[in-house]
């Protein structure tokens, strides 16, 4: 399924999620899925620092182990840590006790109270369950950048037809997204300012 904004049945499905914080107020959230990776990792926080904007980052435990010292780069300069699991596990090909030890897993490394789902599915069990532990964070707006089909150009549209007041923006930080990012990044984060979007991450 390939969606920008997700449907309201999805929205059902996990209710206690979050998808939206509060639509009366003109900022957004940007995450960042999958890293942390040198490939990609450091373009995305020299291009946050240069425009003065905080992300929330949902890492991969396995990469946090590969690669400590971007993790600690994360933090260091301020941005929020989300837990990914520990190998990007699809929640519909594992049981709940496997699911939910393998987030747990990752949290050694992690260390944070967040939690969004790879691929941002699992199964109901697994949601309750792991609502238990984490407050769930899902998306209001995909941007679509790891697409093979999508262009730089469509990553940015998809920024600008589709964020609104609470959005919480999902991106990749990822070996797929990065080619896109090199300049959808950066001018998502310009328009966004333009039209009086402030950033912010979650509590």
């Known amino acids: 399924m390939i969606i920008e904004q997700p449907a309201i049945w999805l929205r059902w499905l996990y209710p206690k999620a979050l998808w939206r914080m509060d639509k009366h107020e003109k900022a957004v959230y940007l995450t960042f899925d999958d890293g942390p990776i040198p490939e990609a990792t450091p373009f995305i926080l020299k291009t946050l620092a240069e425009h003065d904007v905080k992300a929330t980052f ?27 699991t520990f190998n990007h596990i699809g929640g519909f090909k594992h049981s709940i006790h496997h699911y939910c030890e393998n987030a747990d897993r990752a949290n050694e490394y ?3 109270n967040l939690f969004r789902p790879p691929h941002g599915w699992m199964r ?31 990553v940015l549209n998809n920024v600008r037809r589709f964020a609104r007041n609470g959005s919480i ?16 990044l950066p001018e998502a984060i310009k328009w966004l300012k333009k039209q009086g979007y402030t950033f912010k991450v979650f509590d």
Not at 125 to 154: A, C, E, F, H, N
Not at 169 to 184: E, M, Y
């Open 110 to 112: 992690l260390n944070t």
């Open 169 to 184: 923006i999902t991106f990749h930080d990822s070996l797929k997204s990065i080619d896109k990012l090199h300049f959808a």
């Open 58 to 84: 949902f890492m991969v435990g396995d990469n946090v182990r590969k690669h400590p010292e971007l993790y600690q780069q994360v933090v260091d300069e301020g941005h929020r840590i989300g837990n990914h």
């Open 124 to 154: 109901f069990d697994q949601y309750i369950w792991l609502s238990r532990r984490y407050r769930i964070v899902m998306w209001d707006l995909v941007t679509r950048d790891y697409s093979k089909w999508m262009t730089p150009q469509g």
